[in-house]
Nanobody
Framework: QVQLVESGGGLVQAGGSLRLSCAAS????????MGWFRQAPGKQREVVAG???????SYADSVKGRFTISRDNAKKTVYLQMNSLKSEETAVYYC??????????????WGQGTQVTVSS
């Protein structure tokens, strides 16, 4: 069992930056692939970024060059640095932990989410 708690959300102006954190507790953190997702009102949840247990990263096309995912296994924490934020990126941001299944990740554990509001 892994418990995930996100923090760092808030209100920011368009063009600004935020750094989200996701702290894990429970079982060992390092074997898990980690991901960040977001869900805007009235829209489906979408993947934002992922980082494998081998530190390989991936990003949605819409955030490439602006967002950076990283992890600190000693602190059992994954981060999402978000720069040049846009108003349409207002959403609840979730982190998730999972294991590799084929070329992808099966996410099993989810946090409660943190609200990010980008004002235009």
């Amino acid at each position: 069992q892994v418990q995930l708690v996100e923090s760092g959300g808030g209100l920011v102006q368009a063009g600004g930056s935020l750094r989200l954190s996701c702290a894990a507790s429970g079982r060992t953190f390092s074997p898990y692939n980690m991901g960040w997702f977001r869900q805007a009102p009235g829209k489906q949840r979408e993947v934002v970024a992922g980082i494998t247990n081998g530190y390989k990263t991936s990003y949605a096309d819409s955030v490439k060059g602006r967002f950076t995912i990283s992890r600190d296994n000693a602190k059992k924490t994954v981060y999402l640095q978000m720069n040049s934020l846009k108003s349409e990126e207002t959403a609840v941001y979730y982190c998730a932990a999972g294991v590799a299944v084929g070329p992808g990740t099966q996410y099993t554990y989810w946090g409660q989410g943190t609200q990010v509001t980008v004002s235009s």
